[in-house]
């Protein structure tokens, strides 16, 4: 779904363990790295469509997780003039996300990145907070900023509790 300005409607996904650290997968074939995401299909709510990302990239489902929080509002990122494809209708000029956090609750060994047809990761790994929002491609930098921050104090606060 893209929206009147050329947003395509999305949902980032910030999987965290026990200790803080945060699930950073490495795209199929290719070195870069990034958090689960994917787009909302037409009808879908952007909780429903978490729950099918996070099935489709990882491999867990419902019931192995717990939503901890989600973005106030959309984030939203354009991708860089010479990655658009001008041919396409309607223009996509980027994406707007929905951001979850969601805390793992069974073990590492139930990610499963085999579990669709289509893999998106083919290594995942578990990093610290930070590091993906220095890591990612240089367009989603700011937006991983902007979801990490927002997230951040909920992480502390849970901590400290």
């Not at 729950?51 to 491999?59: A, D, F, I, V």
């Not at 939503?67 to 991708?79: A, H, K, V």
């Not at 010479?82 to 994406?95: A, D, E, F």
Request: hydrophobic share 35%.
């Amino acid at each position: 779904m893209i929206d009147e300005d050329g947003f395509r409607a999305n949902v980032g996904i910030i999987l965290c363990n026990c200790d803080g650290k945060v699930f950073w997968g490495k795209r199929l074939g290719q070195e870069s790295w990034q958090f689960p995401q994917g787009g909302i299909d037409q009808g879908e709510s952007p909780i429903d469509a978490m729950y099918r990302e996070l099935h489709e990239e990882t491999g867990l489902q419902r019931d192995q997780v717990e939503i901890m929080g989600q973005t106030r509002g959309w984030l939203r990122y354009r991708i860089p003039h010479y990655m658009i494809r001008r041919r396409s209708r309607p223009l996509c000029i980027g994406q707007k996300q929905r951001w979850f956090l969601l805390r793992m609750l069974c073990r590492d060994g139930d990610v499963n990145l085999q579990a669709t047809q289509k893999p998106e990761f083919d290594h995942w790994e578990w990093v610290d907070y930070w590091t993906p929002a220095q890591q990612v491609v240089f367009f989603k930098r700011k937006v991983y900023r902007r979801a990490l921050n927002e997230f951040a104090l909920l992480l502390e606060s849970e901590r400290d509790a």
